[in-house]
């Protein structure tokens, strides 16, 4: 599958050998370079990789862990699938650069069910790396190990959320822990374990090859780098586009070929719902930060029955745990339908509005509280459509 | 169940923990194993996987019946399930749960009576650049239309 | 035993949240802090909650509860910290670092009610419909919050079916607000595993293995899920309406055996403070309500020490007289219906172990309908029989088939200690103003042996104070005859006596060490079971389990709310009352003696005690077809 724009960091040709760059290293000097570099995580929290790493770096434990979160489950987001068919190397050589830089030496990948297809493949490059000695014992001479197990979810978004992942590797429910402690400190089985993004990861080997000075060049002050934007929607050409840091929704979209725009919604069903007079807006985590969804939705679409759409998904999805995402997510859902049947009066919305606003500092984890972003945006910027056409 | 059918199946529950370990941390792989050997994760398997990782019975079935891709009961030759969410759902998703249900005979969250298909929605598979997208059993079939639909339903009914 | 073997087992996202070395000096000592403008020092590590607490400060709680490990899930303790965007949970968060803590903020305050309206608006049922009305912990937020409204709407028609298939605890989940405190009780405190949270989302519930009825799982009854659930969601299978039924038949002979625990907990549904018994003041008002007669429960415990005792002084003979080899030892107490159900379950290998004689409920029944009945010339058909007992487990209990050695039911229902505080609030009857009065005979008073088997320790502490001084003519080499080791709350405790210059006819005995255990809570039954199975007990004779933290005080019947501090109150009361009787050891009960005289005439382990006073066991296995 193509990138269709000029690809900066992921160009195959040009990604290097990072992990050979990297394993002449000092760890300590890998934790300074990733985190001088401002790489911050892909996954949509946008926590900084450095400091992660030098959390479960300072840790002290006889095992560490590094996991490769490929639950890649937010509505409208695709790029791990083509990280994970097209730069499956890259993604494992960024995890073993992790284990390196922190001392561990055992990774997982949890790959999301519904990618069970892709297991195959990324089991045979596994063992392409093994044969060629960049995985397992004395890793290219310089007496690391490391290993990587590909262990698969079973369909549950909120596995997606980091220690709602570990607990399922722990073979529990997917449901999210109080923090702090935090993974990097208290993760998989208790120990010191840093969880990443595949595409954080993948970003890994490239960085070091190339080195800070080149990766901090691109992007913004706050935000550096690239970002994995996956278009779907009302465009002509979806897929996925690598844009630096910086780049307005605009741009983006067009590249995609999108015409006819009356709202963009960044980020999944988590996201945010960007209206057409917004679009000069950019992706970087000081204005618009996102995991890399961007849906495009044009005139003909009626924005309550999206709206519907993600509420349903949040219900469904809800770890079902804490009070604010399982009963407030159905009462949004709830509220919708009311909308849909013409019952719901302004003062209600304004206490579903509220209710959100609750949500999003409440609940426990990060899917609770984003749960209600499209609910409130879409509110806000399309709630009069909405109520006189219904 | 036969007691044959059982110590079969605890057999082969034993192999899993041997391959996996011991530990609980070893439950979702081996449900996923039996649960693709079976098609469903029975109560008897339940009661014998937690009786070798040593956890409760009932912890098994609230982590089974916590994931979508886990069942309980008893399920199709053919699990077929169509993505949903949004980017699907402008591609007209719709359009193909109707092409599915009138091929099948089957609404969604349905079983056909030959326990050969079923059908139900699934949250989203990351195929939303080629939408509309369905998986059967573990395989991904992409840019949906209702004419494709009947194609691969004939080819899976040739099978 | 490492604690570490069940902890295992625990999701770690469950597991309290433990600083391994708390003491302030040596991991940095406290930490200044801010709550609400105010500067207050806190220990480094302990939580915003645990702290507020400390000053003073009041946070409202749900799924929080001070026996069970953090769960963080309702979200009713948040409160906001400086610079964090989104609002702590109180229970969760440890102060590792100086902060400004605000716990009621306009943000906190709406969030809250927030909070609150949800769960409101997802419990069905109406208040004053509900057996938890005014001991809510829902509806005292509700009051507290002032909520006056549905703001997110209310529940019309129940969702659930109400599961009322167990003898013992009923549960309803359309008032479950999925705190999940009961299945961290069952789970993890009890080591049980009846209950767990299934499905994901809005579809969460808390239910059995494949949903099934509570009376076809591994459920052992003990009933702490009810005394830690925060409404009405699950409760005893209440069964005052009959009793009122019979006590209103003039043909009925009703009579009442009262335990020792519920007399030292009744009070704290009067708002007595824990720890204050009222037992002469309960005989007063069980007349008044209109029971026939009032005995006393510790009677047959004495009985059972005496059973219980012999059993054990044979089966120390047969092992070290006859060497028999089949012989069981470590001889397990059987007084807890619900260990006796959890061993039936998950270790039904080690039934022979177990005691035969009956607990004190039982036997008591059993000598109601025969013995007394003979006595007083009352046609048994006619008794009804009921048993106060802290337990939700006695309920179960006497409705084992096997429970009509007297040729009827033995005993016809148990009664929990907040059902009879219910009956006494019906029939008008203010409990701590009443004046006292003294159990009925032929039965009188017991000794102080039977009365302590309400407190983790006591079975042991009685059986020791009868069995030493039958053994040795002498008595138990204890000051005051407080048999020390066998008293406090840890979870397993192992002591010995040592027997010598013992009297002729238990020669075998001399310098033998008498080693015995004591468990509570059924998870520390369960770390004794797996240190049998090690064979690391091997010269353990005697172990006292009880299914319920703390023994009886601390039954599934007892007063909501309970705690630590609260059953250490009960027991102490307990201990204080036979510390005042006259007779305090089992054997020197003049009735027991009459007893042994008039009616079971071979003895202890005789033939019609055999009959009447044990019993037998089924094996259960923990599979669920």
């Known amino acids: 599958m193509p990138i269709l724009n000029k690809a900066i960091v992921f160009k195959q040709e040009n990604c290097g050998d990072g992990l050979q760059k990297a394993l002449n290293m000092k760890p300590i000097d890998i934790l300074f370079a990733v985190r001088e570099s401002g790489l911050k995580g892909r996954g949509g929290a946008g926590f900084p990789a450095g400091s992660k790493w030098m959390l479960a770096s300072a840790a002290q434990s006889d095992k560490k862990y590094v996991i490769c979160n490929a639950d890649e489950g937010e509505p409208g987001t695709f790029k791990d699938r083509l990280l994970l068919t097209e730069f499956t190397e890259q993604v494992f050589n960024g995890m073993t650069i992790c284990g390196y830089a922190i001392g561990a030496h055992h990774g997982f990948v949890y790959l999301r069910g519904e990618y069970s297809y892709m297991i195959d493949e990324m089991q045979a490059t596994l063992q392409q790396l093994h044969n060629s000695g960049r995985l397992g014992k004395n890793i290219l001479g310089s007496g690391f190990d490391f290993d990587i197990e590909i262990r698969l979810g079973s369909g549950a978004y909120v596995c997606g959320e980091e220690s709602a992942l570990i607990e399922s590797l722990e073979g529990n429910r997917g449901e999210p822990r109080n923090r702090p402690p935090y993974p990097a400190n208290t993760g998989y089985m208790g120990f010191p374990t840093v969880v990443n993004n595949v595409e954080t990861l993948a970003t890994v080997p490239i960085l070091i090859n190339k080195g800070v000075d080149w990766f901090t060049s691109i992007g913004t002050e706050k935000s550096r780098g690239t970002k994995l934007i996956s278009v779907s929607g009302d465009v002509d050409r979806p897929g996925v586009y690598e844009i630096p840091y910086g780049t307005t929704i605009m741009e983006i979209i067009e590249m995609a070929g999108a015409r006819d725009v009356k709202a963009v919604q960044v980020g999944g069903a988590s996201g945010i719902c960007i209206p057409e007079a917004e679009l000069h807006r950019n992706i970087s985590f000081e204005d618009v930060p996102t995991g890399g969804s961007i849906i495009v939705f044009n005139n003909s679409r009626d924005m309550l029955k999206i709206l519907e759409n993600f509420m349903e998904f949040f219900t469904e999805e809800s770890c079902g745990q804490c009070t604010p995402c399982r009963i407030g997510n159905k009462k949004l859902l709830d509220g919708v339908f009311m909308i849909e049947r013409g019952e719901c009066s302004v003062q209600y919305l304004r206490e579903l509005i509220s209710l959100g606003e609750t949500m999003q500092v409440a609940s426990k984890c990060g899917l609770g509280q984003s749960s209600p972003n499209s609910f409130i945006t879409i509110m806000k910027h399309f709630g009069d459509e909405i109520l006189s056409k219904y | 169940m036969l007691v044959s059918e059982i110590n079969t199946l605890t057999e082969e529950i034993s192999s899993l923990v041997e391959k996996y370990g011991a530990g609980r941390q070893s439950l979702l792989p081996i449900l996923q194993e039996i649960q693709i050997r079976y098609g469903h994760i029975s109560d008897v398997a339940q009661q014998e996987i937690a009786r070798l990782l040593d956890i409760h019975p009932v912890e098994v079935y609230g982590v089974t019946t916590f994931y979508s891709f886990l069942n309980t009961t008893k399920r199709a030759k053919y699990n077929i399930r169509l993505c949903k969410t949004i980017s699907c759902d402008l591609t007209n998703k719709d359009g193909i749960a109707r092409a599915l249900e009138r091929e099948l005979g089957i609404k969604f969250g349905e079983i056909s009576s030959d326990e050969k298909y079923s059908l139900a929605y699934v949250s989203c598979l990351g195929m939303c650049d080629q939408g509309p997208a369905m998986l059967i059993n573990n395989q991904v079939y992409s840019k949906l239309t209702p004419r494709k639909v009947v194609e691969i339903l004939d080819q899976i009914k040739g099978r | ?416 200690t907040r059902e009879l505080a219910q009956m006494i609030k019906e029939a008008g009857i203010y409990l701590p103003e009443l004046s006292k009065s003294k159990f009925d005979e032929p039965f009188g008073e017991a000794s102080g042996a039977g009365l302590i088997f309400g407190a983790t320790g006591g079975v042991m502490e009685a059986a020791l104070r009868t069995a030493y001084e039958l053994v040795t003519g002498r008595p138990v080499p204890f000051e005051n005859l407080e048999v020390l080791p066998c008293r406090g709350m840890e979870g397993v405790r192992q002591a010995s006596v040592h027997l010598e210059n013992v009297k002729p006819e238990w020669s075998f005995l001399e310098g033998v060490d008498l080693n015995f255990m004591i468990a509570h809570g059924t998870a520390n039954a369960e770390k004794v079971m797996e240190a049998l199975r090690r064979g690391e007990l091997n010269d353990i004779h005697f172990i006292e389990v009880m299914a319920c933290p703390g023994g009886c005080i601390g039954g599934g019947g007892q007063p909501i709310p309970t705690s630590l501090e609260i059953r250490k109150k009960r027991a102490e009361a307990i201990y204080k009352e036979d510390e005042g009787l006259p007779i305090r050891k089992s054997h020197e009960n003049p009735h027991v003696q009459y007893i042994y005289e008039k009616f079971l005439t071979d003895g202890p382990c005789g033939h019609l005690s055999h009959k009447l006073l044990h019993t037998g066991y089924v094996k259960r296995g923990s599979y669920i077809a």
């Open chain 3, 1 to 416: 035993m490492s604690d570490n073997a069940y902890k295992d087992r625990i999701p770690v996202s469950q597991q309290a949240l433990v600083i391994e070395n708390n003491e302030p000096e040596k991991i940095g000592g406290t930490i200044n802090i801010e709550i609400n403008g105010t500067p207050y020092k806190v220990p480094f590590g302990m939580t915003i909650l645990e702290s507020c607490k400390m000053h003073n400060i009041h946070i409202p709680t749900l799924c929080f509860h001070e026996d069970l490990c953090i769960a963080g899930v309702c979200r009713i303790c948040l409160v906001e910290v400086e610079g964090m965007r989104t609002l702590q949970a109180s229970c969760a968060y440890p102060i590792t670092q100086s902060i400004k803590i605000h716990t009621s903020s306009e943000k906190v305050r709406k969030a809250r009610r927030h909070i609150l309206d949800l769960m409101i608006s997802d419990h069905y049922g109406e208040c004053y419909s509900c057996n938890r009305n005014n001991n809510c912990e829902l509806q005292k937020l509700a009051k507290e919050y002032g909520v006056d409204f549905y703001r997110y709407g209310h529940v019309q028609e129940p969702f659930y079916e109400v599961d009322k298939s167990s003898y013992s605890v009923v549960r309803d989940m359309n008032k479950c607000i999925l705190c999940r405190r009961c299945v961290r009780t069952c789970i993890d405190l009890q080591e049980v595993g009846a209950l767990d949270a299934v499905n994901r989302g809005y579809d969460t519930k808390i239910t059995t293995f494949l949903d099934k009825p509570l009376a076809e799982v591994i459920c052992i009854n003990c009933g702490q899920c009810i005394n830690r659930c925060p409404t009405g969601a699950l409760r005893a299978n209440d069964p005052s309406d009959e009793i009122w039924e019979a006590i209103d038949n003039p043909q009925k002979h009703v009579v009442i055996q009262t335990a020792p625990s519920p007399r030292a907990a009744i009070g704290e549904e009067f708002g007595l403070p824990a720890g204050t018994s009222l037992t002469n003041e309960l005989n007063t008002a069980l007349k008044m309500i209109g029971f026939d007669k009032v005995f006393d429960t510790n009677f047959t415990a004495d009985l059972t020490i005496m059973e219980e005792g012999t059993e054990l002084l044979l089966r120390l003979k047969s092992a070290l007289v006859d060497k028999d080899p089949n012989v069981k030892l470590p001889q397990f107490t059987s007084c807890s219906p619900g260990w006796v159900k959890y061993i039936e379950h998950f270790y039904p290998e080690y039934l022979d172990h177990l005691s035969t004689a009956k607990s004190p409920q039982q036997m008591f029944g059993a000598v109601i309908k025969t013995f007394y009945a003979q006595e007083e010339n009352i046609d048994p058909a006619n008794i009804v029989s009921v048993a106060l007992m802290p337990c939700s487990a006695k309920k179960f209990e006497c409705n084992r088939p096997e429970m009509d050695s007297s040729g009827f039911k033995d005993v016809d229902y148990g009664l929990t």
